[in-house]
């Protein structure tokens, strides 16, 4: 089980950071910059950080069986974001930036803010 759990992670550095890190850096690095890749892999480093940062706090209230399972799960996400077969980022930012998501997530914020401020 240990293997299979460093195996992953060493899975996660290489295609999460790595090979992500070395395609931005040729974007940025190249005399002209294209706008696409530049959006492409700045949205992937934001959609990364909310992740990691974020998201994968609340796995910690999760039983520890599944770690294996979550781990096998980021992976495959990170490779969704940036394969350039899947477009993930781009799929997922034409998700967040749809008006009645943002509309949902504008009535959610201001329920909650309403209870805070009721409770003042």
């Given at each position: 089980?240990?293997?299979?759990?460093?195996?992953?992670?060493?899975?996660?550095?290489?295609?999460?950071?790595?090979?992500?890190?070395?395609?931005?850096?040729?974007?940025?690095?190249?005399?002209?910059?294209?706008?696409?890749e530049?959006?492409?892999?700045?949205?992937?480093?934001?959609?990364?950080?909310?992740?990691?940062?974020f998201?994968?706090?609340?796995?910690?209230?999760?039983?520890?069986?599944?770690?294996?399972?979550?781990?096998?799960?980021?992976?495959?996400?990170?490779?969704?974001?940036?394969?350039?077969?899947?477009?993930?980022?781009?799929?997922?930012?034409k998700?967040?930036?749809?008006?009645?998501?943002?509309?949902?997530?504008?009535?959610?914020?201001?329920?909650?803010?309403?209870?805070?401020?009721?409770?003042?």
């Amino acid at each position: 089980m240990g293997f299979v759990i460093f195996f992953l992670g060493l899975v996660e550095v290489v295609a999460g950071y790595i090979l992500p890190a070395f395609a931005s850096l040729s974007v940025i690095s190249g005399g002209k910059i294209n706008q696409d890749e530049f959006k492409k892999w700045s949205t992937y480093w934001i959609f990364l950080v909310v992740i990691q940062k974020f998201i994968m706090p609340l796995f910690c209230f999760l039983p520890v069986f599944l770690s294996p399972v979550l781990l096998f799960l980021r992976v495959l996400l990170v490779i969704y974001l940036w394969l350039p077969l899947t477009n993930g980022c781009e799929a997922l930012l034409k998700r967040i930036n749809n008006p009645s998501a943002q509309n949902a997530f504008q009535s959610f914020a201001e329920k909650i803010f309403n209870k805070i401020e009721a409770q003042f």
